[in-house]
């Protein structure tokens, strides 16, 4: 039966325009994520290169830099750990306006602030290669100095392990729960039902606050305390699919062949509850995107220095009233198109599998 829906599956789902739309968003998206550090301005750990004297600049803005080399060398990284963590800084960056070599000496008037300069002079021994680079910061600066398009880039590797785990972690308790709920009913059904109850009743944000503070702050903590509230549509969707599947006559003849209920439950019914968990499963991936976010912006999320689409918001949302309004809604936007695709996508696993709400 799977085998002969499948080209009718994939053919009304590539018909789809805005389906296809969201999945060319989501492939780029996973691409960005796996290759951010290189292709990133900014590869250094975290994008987190640091150069007060240029924060808040707008998107666009060039400007020449002095690249002095560090008297501590950074522990030299091969391409995988470059992959994964990016690559520290060999040099440090002093912003500068003119220079001019004259002998051994470089001098030059280094950027203070737009209009404010200082005349300072050093080896050229103490350079690196090249010695003057220029930086064109397109989405422009942070109030750290920190290059915004490098950490939105980041940044999407967040977003979408957030989102992957949450929804791993809340798929495989939903669906366990939910299936011997629906499979065994009487007294286990009543008692996972009211578990399920009991968690539906508590606001989610307050849920999600009460694990995070008993797991604590941190990168991997926020993707359990998001899993972890995020499983009850899904039990219950489950459960409701199995009750019906159940009664078919199909599974009267696993249990006259003994059949044990595992085999049962993973062989003959979970295979036929696959779509609609698909779409629920598509709409929990953006719903996790936006609560990471929303706890990142409490400030109970990924902690800085790492950079978190919610966290950018966080940290530059007073500068939406003021001269640099980009700095906020660059990460917004970028929430905001990655939802949409998910959302995008699970619409067309829905209406490609006939799933109806």
């Known amino acids: 039966m799977m085998i002969s829906t499948a080209p009718s599956f994939f053919t009304k789902l590539l018909r789809n325009k805005t389906a296809c739309l969201g999945m060319v968003l989501i492939i780029l998206s996973l691409l960005l994520a796996v290759f951010a550090y290189l292709i990133a301005p900014d590869g250094s750990p975290n994008a987190n290169r640091m150069i007060p004297e240029i924060g808040s600049k707008k998107p666009g803005f060039t400007l020449q830099f002095l690249q002095?080399?560090?008297k501590v060398v950074p522990v030299p990284v091969n391409f995988l750990g470059q992959l994964v963590s990016g690559k520290a800084d060999a040099v440090d960056f002093i912003p500068i306006n003119h220079y001019r070599i004259q002998g051994d000496r470089i001098y030059f008037d280094k950027f203070i602030d737009d209009g404010i300069e200082e005349k300072q002079e050093m080896p050229l021994a103490e350079l690196g290669v090249p010695m003057v680079r220029t930086i064109r910061f397109y989405a422009g600066t942070d109030k750290?100095?920190?290059?915004?398009?490098?950490?939105?880039?980041?940044g999407v590797r967040v977003s979408l392990a957030v989102g992957m785990i949450a929804v791993l972690l809340s798929l495989?308790?939903?669906?366990?729960?939910?299936?011997?709920a629906g499979y065994f009913r009487g007294w286990v059904d009543e008692a996972i039902m009211w578990f399920m109850n009991v968690i539906w009743s508590v606001p989610t944000l307050l849920l999600v606050?009460?694990?995070?503070?008993?797991?604590?702050?941190?990168?991997?903590?926020?993707?359990?305390?998001v899993g972890l509230t995020m499983w009850v549509n899904i039990a219950r969707l489950v459960r409701g699919q199995v009750m019906g599947i159940r009664e078919m006559e199909y599974i009267a003849a696993t249990k006259a062949l003994g059949y044990s209920h595992t085999r049962t439950i993973v062989k003959h019914i979970l295979p036929n509850i696959f779509g609609p968990v698909m779409v629920i499963a598509a709409g929990n991936f953006a719903s996790a995107i936006v609560m990471e976010a929303g706890l990142s912006f409490l400030g109970v999320g990924v902690q800085p220095p790492q950079p978190s689409w919610g966290l950018m918001i966080k940290e530059n949302y007073n500068f939406i009233i003021t001269h640099n309004p980009m700095l906020a809604l660059a990460p917004g936007i970028a929430i905001m198109v990655l939802v949409l695709a998910f959302n995008l996508v699970g619409n067309g696993l829905r209406d490609a599998l006939s799933v109806r709400d």
């Open 144 to 154: 750290f100095g920190r290059d915004i398009a490098s950490r939105l880039m980041i």
């Open 172 to 180: 495989s308790i939903g669906i366990f729960l939910g299936a011997v």
């Open 68 to 70: 002095v080399k560090k």
């Open 209 to 225: 606050f009460a694990i995070t503070l008993a797991l604590g702050k941190g990168f991997w903590q926020v993707f359990i305390a």
